[in-house]
């Protein structure tokens, strides 16, 4: 029979060692084509540890890119992605202490949304799967202001 003490010491290095892996979960997400531009490096060290009231930055595994909430319901964002065209859906999002970025905003049919700032290379795109709309609004993109506008804009929705 094992000593009540070495069963403890063992239990509590097991319960460290399942706390310390789920604190190390890494989400995936694909590196954009220009993830190596220098600008990206500036907004990735300008991203916000949360975005909204509870959804904490996690660990990715990719250059350029930044994902907050849980493995499989993440928001995602990848800076160096193409740049969009103009488009009807080009919207002006203020962060609240007077920057706005101009984002392309679109759904796809499984309630999947995409933002894309425009007028700004490289591109920064995030991406909000359903799982986080369903007690989520998309408004945390204003959060990212400060990050974004390490890039500067040379264009504007019209």
């Known amino acids: 029979m ?12 097991f319960l460290l060692i399942a706390a310390l892996g789920g604190c190390a979960r890494t ?11 220098p600008k990206c490096a500036e907004v990735m060290l300008a991203v916000p540890d949360e975005l ?5 930055k996690v660990p990715t ?5 930044a994902a907050w ?3 499989g319901g993440a928001v995602t ?5 193409e ?5 009807a859906d080009c919207q002006h999002v203020d962060s609240g202490d007077g920057t706005t970025v ?6 796809d049919d499984e309630g999947t949304w995409s933002f894309v700032t425009y007028g700004r290379e490289p591109a920064v795109e995030v991406i909000v799967p359903p799982s986080v709309t369903e007690d989520h609004s998309t408004s945390f993109i204003a959060d990212l202001a400060g990050a974004v506008t390490q890039v500067p804009a040379t264009k504007e929705c019209q």
Do not use: Y
């Open 2 to 13: 094992l000593p009540a003490r070495f069963v403890s010491a063992s239990a509590a290095a």
């Open 27 to 37: 989400i995936g997400v694909e590196v954009a084509p220009d993830a190596a531009d």
């Open 52 to 56: 909204g009231p509870d959804l904490p």
């Open 61 to 65: 595994d990719a250059q350029a890119t």
């Open 69 to 71: 909430g849980e493995p």
């Open 77 to 81: 964002m990848r800076c160096g992605v």
């Open 83 to 87: 740049q969009i065209g103009p488009a």
């Open 102 to 107: 101009d984002w392309i905003v679109t759904t």
